[in-house]
């Protein structure tokens, strides 16, 4: 099953619809409508890359809540140079990366104010019976893995974006990341993955 996981290889749709009726309201002068459409639209699934990439309920909760912050003053910039799923999780790596490193979160900083936060709760609260399952083999086998392969592998496998989306998303904040490298490096990940599953089915 693992091996089938790691040999994905499609796209996933990019939300067109839902693209189109955010810019419909923004042109609308709309922003505050389209900013909650696009929370409502996409919050759910990068609520889920989040959970994927801190690997703690309450740090993705606080990154999910700077997100819904950023994406709602950052959304009449969008311009469309890329999707509005790729550019959102984007916005969503950044939050995730600044939660991790920014001395806020060491001092037990909460996000609880402002209309994207309570939208961000609001989402965050219906999906969180759905993380009450049990982690499979693949789960416990990421949670050895760095943040950035944590992040590769989400985006790749879980969010099925293409490769020059992820080196998109993967260099905000720092430095460009090409897509060939990144290709690369999944390719290093999955015999990586695979000797630990042989090692995992040795020790049991």
Do not use: C, Y
């Amino acid at each position: 099953m693992l091996a089938i996981i790691l040999v994905v290889d499609k796209h996933m749709n990019e939300g067109v619809s839902a693209q189109a009726r955010v810019q419909q309201l923004i042109d609308a002068g709309d922003v505050s409508g389209g900013a909650t459409e696009a929370l409502r639209a996409l919050g759910p699934e990068i609520l889920r890359f989040l959970r994927s990439v801190l690997r703690d309920e309450e740090d993705a909760a606080d990154a999910f809540s700077q997100f819904a912050e950023n994406l709602w003053k950052g959304l009449p910039s969008f311009r469309g140079q890329s999707s509005l799923r790729t550019w959102a999780f984007r916005v969503a790596w950044n939050s995730a990366m600044n939660l991790r490193n920014d001395a806020w979160h060491r001092h037990g900083r909460r996000f609880a104010t402002g209309e994207a936060s309570q939208i961000a709760e609001e989402i965050r609260t219906k999906t969180v019976v759905r993380v009450a399952r049990q982690r499979d083999e693949l789960e416990k086998l990421r949670e050895a893995l760095s943040a950035e392969d944590q992040s590769l592998l989400a985006l790749r496998l879980d969010r099925e974006f293409s490769w020059e989306e992820i080196a998109e998303i993967l260099s905000a904040g720092g430095e460009p990341v090409q897509a060939l490298t990144l290709m690369k490096r999944f390719e290093r990940l999955k015999k990586r993955l695979t000797e630990m599953v042989k090692k995992q089915a040795k020790d049991r």
